[in-house]
């Protein structure tokens, strides 16, 4: 019962704490579209075979436990991928040096730089709102033609578990690319035909 009661106030103060963290990019203003790069970073990743928004997945404890039990220090924000389920911590730069290795919960990982869409939230962290905000990315690059998605949208969360869905922001990022523009002059076919 001590521990149970001794997790829940570490998750607790971890939760409302979660801003405090080194930042690894500053927040998208709610509202607001913007193409970012992400800078290279590694990762740690608990992985589920059910949707991210399942309540009983276990990404975040799995991730939790690994950090307290090798004393790393993470950055904020985390990130969420939809179906199936996965959540990435990501390692602050005075940890980075650390031998940190993966275990049958947590897959350790570098990401390479990252172009992204993103479009700042408010409000609890929801199925229906990554949706809602998923499409207003999908519709930004259907009028900016220049850009092409690559990869499939995540959730990218500020806050933790305990704090009130109102007071929470979070964000949907896109990969995404310029699109290569050929300068080239077109080569003219020739019939060979005859």
């Known amino acids: 019962m001590i521990t149970t009661f001794k997790t829940f106030i570490i998750l607790l103060l971890f939760s409302t704490s979660l801003n405090a ?9 709610v509202g607001e579209i913007k193409v970012i790069q992400l800078p290279k970073r590694v990762a740690l990743e608990a992985h589920s075979k059910e949707s991210y928004f399942n309540a009983d ?7 939790f436990s690994y950090i307290n039990a090798n004393d790393i220090s993470m950055t904020t924000p985390v990130e969420a991928e939809i179906n199936p389920g996965s959540m990435r911590f990501f390692v602050g730069k005075d940890d980075q040096r650390k031998a940190i290795k993966s275990t049958s919960e947590v897959v ?7 172009v992204v869409l993103t479009i700042g939230i408010r409000g609890s962290y929801s199925e229906d709102r990554f949706h809602k905000n998923h499409k207003r990315l999908l519709s930004w690059i259907n009028k900016n033609k220049e850009y092409e998605a690559v990869s499939e949208a995540y959730a990218v969360y500020w806050n933790g578990p305990f704090v009130p ?6 964000e949907v990022h896109l990969p995404i690319v310029k699109k290569k523009i050929d300068k080239q002059k077109p080569k003219l076919k020739i019939d060979n035909t005859r």
């Open 165 to 170: 869905g109102i007071f929470k922001r979070s």
């Open 57 to 63: 997945n276990g990404l975040f404890r799995n991730l």
């Open 108 to 114: 350790v990982r570098t990401i390479d730089p990252l």
């Open 21 to 29: 963290n080194e930042l690894m990019q500053r927040k998208t203003p």
